[in-house]
């Protein structure tokens, strides 16, 4: 079964550095998110992204945040200059097109990236 | 966006049939009920996704009532390996220029036991 992969499984960095987070979608889908969950709390909205297009944001998409598809198959959020509460797992998810009207294609997540900030 | 209430945790033993019910009174016409399922340090898994009556797949069943304000998600015989976080959410249909998001709530704990 096709599924999202997400790379690295686990990122170490330095407050103030970038970070890069990788996300290779399931192969035939056009609608791609960015989720985290902070350890303990609740999986939180960060972007939604179509048509190399931001389609919404959360507020917690703030200008540190970019997200980028520079090929035809990945999917990168960056983290410009990282801070202590970006320590989180960071979750990708894609979508595919609807088959039909009235109907819908739920999301499909990868297992992660845990990104620590030291 | 619809809210859900589904308890915090649930407790059952191996083999027996589980069924973790929802409750999303302001559900909108178009918006469709979806279940997941979170391991530790792993993503949430998609199990199931209804819009209204019964929905069956491999793992899990769905029963959607007339008035779609609640929902149960049944999982047959379950294993020591369905110990995990399940999640009910609704809407997440794209409308327009928006692509649709998920709304995450603490989910239901569900331990079973040998």
């Known amino acids: 079964e096709p599924e999202v992969t997400q790379t690295p499984s686990h990122q170490v960095t330095q407050m103030g550095q970038e970070v890069i987070l990788r996300c290779v979608p399931i192969?035939?889908?056009?609608?791609f998110y960015w989720y985290r969950q902070i350890l303990g709390q609740k999986v939180e909205f960060l972007v939604s992204?179509?048509?190399?297009?931001?389609?919404?944001k959360s507020e917690i998409f703030d200008d540190q945040f970019s997200v980028e598809r520079p090929d035809g198959s990945n999917f990168t959020l960056k983290i410009r200059s990282t801070k202590l509460e970006d320590s989180a797992m960071y979750f990708c998810?894609?979508?595919?097109?609807?088959?039909?009207?009235?109907?819908?294609?739920?999301?499909?997540f990868g297992d992660g990236t845990r990104l620590s900030i030291l | 966006l619809a809210k859900t209430t589904q308890p915090i945790s649930m407790d059952s033993y191996e083999g027996q049939e589980v069924n973790i019910t929802c409750s999303h009174n302001?559900?909108?016409?178009?918006?469709?009920i979806t279940w997941y399922q979170q391991f530790p340090s792993q993503g949430p898994r998609f199990i199931i996704q209804?819009?209204?009556t019964k929905v069956t797949n491999e793992v899990a069943s769905l029963f959607i009532p007339a008035d779609r304000k609640s929902s149960t998600l049944s999982l047959p015989r379950v294993s020591l390996s369905d110990t995990a976080v399940y999640y009910c959410?609704?809407?997440?249909?794209?409308?327009?220029?928006?692509?649709?998001?998920?709304?995450f709530g603490r989910g239901t704990q569900l331990t079973v036991w040998p």
């Open positions: 998810a894609s979508r595919g097109r609807a088959a039909r009207v009235n109907s819908n294609q739920p999301q499909h």
């Open positions: 192969s035939n889908h056009l609608y």
């Open positions: 209804g819009y209204k």
């Open positions: 959410l609704v809407g997440d249909v794209p409308r327009g220029s928006t692509l649709g998001r998920l709304y």
């Open positions: 992204f179509y048509n190399n297009e931001i389609s919404e």
């Open positions: 302001n559900i909108a016409t178009n918006d469709y």
